[in-house]
């Protein structure tokens, strides 16, 4: 392609596209138009494996001979005609017939003899925010390296780093909070986990659907970071809790939701770790399709596995400990002795929810037999700058908490996979260690 082009996209519902040649690029070519809705007829005396499958589909017409001269013009002129038959010469009476007939004419031999070159395509999938996009890479008649950009760019669309998002009319409650019209029906809602808080430990899905959301209702915990790369006209609600303070109820947070998906927007509960994971993410779900908003989970990385990895701690290490328990501190050390009763003593303790409680929940342990020299870690803020474990025992937790002024969001530890800690260091790569 030496000369200058220009990019086009080309509606061909119901118009003829004549592929000329039997063979693999003609079977890409004759496919591709027939997902674009053009009434194709390919001429060639044989076809590959592809093309007759294609044929046998009934999409598409096939002349069972040699191209000859007149086939662009009759029974109806073509619109366009992509040739790929192997053969130079034909190609070339192709090429020539076309250009008299002013049909646009790709050639597969020799793109700089074209009149018109396929892009490399990217399109967005159903269902995701890039969906209804086409993406057309052209690199000057150079195919790989069309494809090589295309395909970054697909693996893109997929990460959801690009500001794909449709964005829609806005729309403003009634009186009764029904629809106020322009939205298109009731929206959805993604319970999206979103990792311990670095911004790269949330999955691809949870990602791709936070870039394409209207609402985000957001809590404390969780990636944050990632609010900033919303477009302006994506509705933030904060609805963090922080301990001892609860600024949003549960009740307000599951009304919110349904309301914003009422309104036909696509709502992303954007959670700390995993919605199902003392998160409450089952409540909201069941709120909202009480109330007939569709709603999916994406599941998290949960803190309580992934704080203890980050500062060297497997929550089960061969030899040391099979299994591992997690409770939440915050009903009381009744509660957590009664999820520890059944686990088998090896079994790792792991305490979401830990940190006001620690002296009274480790106390009762050690009442309820575990000995008082048990490792115990208590890591804060995994996965941030902030990171930092303090490493202490059962006896001792309350006291090195308070003097080393240890503050939630923390995961308490608790069993001799502790220990695992001065082997491996923090892992997480970017944690501050006290
Ligand atoms: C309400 S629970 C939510 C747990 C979340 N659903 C999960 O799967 O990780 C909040 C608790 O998770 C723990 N937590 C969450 N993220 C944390 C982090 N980055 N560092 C330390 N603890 C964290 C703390 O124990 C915190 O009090």
Redesign the pocket.
């Known amino acids: 392609m030496g000369s200058p082009s220009y990019p086009l996209t080309l509606d061909l519902t119901g118009r003829r596209a004549v592929v000329v040649g039997g063979g693999p690029v003609a079977a890409r070519r004759a496919a591709a138009l027939v997902e674009s809705g053009a009434l194709v007829e390919v001429i060639a005396p044989f076809v590959c494996e592809d093309l007759a499958a294609l044929v046998a589909t009934g999409r598409l017409v096939r002349r069972e001979r040699d191209y000859v001269a007149g086939d662009l013009l009759e029974p109806t002129a073509a619109w366009l005609v992509h040739t790929a038959t192997g053969d130079s010469r034909v190609d070339a009476q192709v090429a020539r017939e076309a250009e008299a007939a002013r049909i646009w004419c790709v050639r597969a031999d020799d793109a700089g003899a074209s009149t018109a070159w396929t892009p490399a395509v990217a399109r967005g999938s159903v269902g995701t925010a890039s969906e209804g996009l086409t993406v057309a890479v052209s690199a000057g008649g150079d195919p790989r390296r069309a494809s090589a950009v295309r395909d970054a760019v697909l693996a893109a669309l997929e990460s959801g780093t690009l500001p794909v998002r449709r964005v829609r009319p806005s729309t403003s409650a009634g009186a009764d909070g029904a629809p106020a019209g322009g939205a298109g029906g009731v929206g959805r809602v993604a319970l999206v ?1 979103g990792g ?2 670095a911004e790269d430990l949330i999955t691809v899905r949870g990602r791709a659907l936070l870039a394409a959301a209207d609402v985000v209702v957001t809590d404390r ?1 969780g990636p944050r970071g990632l609010l900033r790369t919303l477009g302006s006209d994506v509705e933030v609600v904060d609805v963090g809790k922080t301990p001892g303070n609860h600024p949003v109820s549960q009740e307000r947070i599951n009304e919110l939701l349904v309301h914003h998906a009422r309104l036909g927007r696509r709502v992303v509960r954007l ?5 199902f ?3 409450r993410g089952g409540e909201e779900a069941m709120h909202c399709l009480a109330h007939g908003v569709p709603v999916e989970v994406v599941p ?1 990385v ?3 596995v992934s ?1 203890p990895a980050a500062a060297g701690i497997p929550v089960t290490h061969r030899g040391v400990a099979a299994s591992f328990v997690v409770a ?1 501190a915050h009903e009381g050390a009744d509660h957590v002795l009664a999820a520890a009763a059944d686990a088998a003593p090896d079994a790792t303790l792991v ?5 006001t409680r620690l002296a009274e929940t480790a106390a009762a342990l050690v009442a309820a037999g575990r000995p008082s020299d048990t490792p115990v870690a208590l ?6 700058p902030e990171q930092r474990t303090t490493t202490t025992t059962l006896a001792a937790a309350a006291a090195d908490a308070e003097a080393a002024g240890v503050r ?4 308490v530890v608790v069993g001799q996979v502790v220990a695992l800690r001065e082997h491996l260091g923090d892992l997480s790569g970017s944690s501050v260690t006290a």
Not at 351 to 355: A, D, R
Request: aromatic letters at 4%; proline letters at 9%.
């Open positions: 986990g311990p808080g915990l959670k700390g770790g995993d919605p994971v003392l998160g998290g949960t803190s309580a704080v939440s305490l979401l929810m830990g940190v890591v804060e803020r995994g996965w941030t939630a969001p923390a995961v």
